[in-house]
């Protein structure tokens, strides 16, 4: 798909319906002459998949435009099946972490599909260049992934599908990076986000001077250090006024990041800033950000049902 087409927005709506005689493990299928009757036991699996699919979340990869870095770049686009019946829809933007790419979460987590046909919304997965952190470097002009993903992408996402068109349709959350990505541009970008959430972030970089490439985007902390506290998410809070953004923070209790999330909270709660913070057992690794994911956009689902409701 090029980013002048629009995404193909109707699946193939053929469906089969299907009819099991378990008892001699013979699979029929109805309105079928019985002389071209199949017996199926072995290709039930398959068969049943061909019955089903159409009734399931789309997937879509698609190539945007960045007008400020002068490139196209790939995204995941995951619709629910609902999609189709014409009604506007949330969006949920959800980033990937350091040395990932937009492919990581549809590739990673098995429920993800699933869970956007059951919360209703669509999910859009950006390319993160690895090592952006979501920053317009000052370090380095080539890198503008701020600028890229609140504006360009939220724009072209808007143009290409069917979207609730207001803070109060869009969300954004990821993990690690991108759990420092979500609540950065959230924070400094509330026109457009209405709600923001972070899995295993890197919510406070400062203390990770020497790590994955932040010194390349920012320079490094002994020669620039406005740059790294101008642009840490622990201080961003004077961006925010209680109830302004809606958060949801989490992280586990054995990963590397546990702390600064822990400080994070705290400092939340000395502004009565209200959120949501999750901790439980687990590490920085998928099997904990595929449990995680399911709560955000849970999350992210009762956050847009009340925003309609107010409006």
């Known amino acids: 798909m090029t980013k002048n087409q629009p995404p193909s927005t109707v699946p193939d709506q053929r469906e089969a319906t299907c009819v099991s005689n378990y008892a001699n493990n013979t699979y029929l299928i109805p309105n079928t002459p019985m002389r071209h009757l199949f ?77 956007v046909d059951a919360q209703n919304l669509i999910v859009v997965c950006p390319d993160g260049n690895y090592g952006s952190w979501y920053f317009d470097s000052p370090a380095d002009p080539a890198f503008r992934y701020e600028t890229y993903v609140a504006n360009e992408l939220v724009a072209w996402v808007d143009s290409h599908y069917k979207t609730i068109k207001t803070r109060q349709g869009r ?38 001077p020497n790590n994955w490439d932040i010194a390349k985007r920012l320079g490094t902390y002994a020669q620039f250090p406005d740059r790294w506290e101008q642009n840490t998410v622990i201080n961003l809070l004077h961006l925010l006024t209680p109830g302004a953004l809606s958060l949801i923070i989490d992280c586990g209790t054995e990963d590397f ?22 901790t439980r057992p687990g590490g920085h690794n998928w099997p904990y950000w595929n449990t995680a994911v399911t709560h955000q956009l849970l999350y992210m689902r009762q956050y847009f049902d009340k925003a309609q409701k107010r409006s």
């Open 171 to 208: 969300a954004i959350t990821g993990l690690s990076m991108g759990g420092h990505g979500a609540l950065y541009l959230a924070m400094r970008h509330q026109d457009v986000f209405g709600a923001a959430g972070s899995m295993s972030g890197g919510v406070d970089i400062r203390p990770f």
């Open 257 to 278: 990041f546990f702390r600064v999330n822990n400080n994070l909270h705290d400092k939340l709660l000395e502004r009565n800033i209200a959120h949501d913070y999750i």
């Open 39 to 115: 017996r199926l036991t072995y290709l039930l699996p398959l068969f049943l998949a061909v019955c089903t699919f159409s009734f399931a979340a789309k997937v879509d990869t698609v190539d945007t435009y960045s007008a400020s870095m002068k490139k196209t770049i790939k995204a995941v686009v995951i619709t629910p099946d609902s999609y189709t019946t014409g009604a506007e829809l949330p969006v949920v933007y959800l980033l990937h972490g350091y040395s990932g790419n937009y492919g990581d979460w549809i590739r990673r987590s098995a429920a993800l599909p699933a869970t």
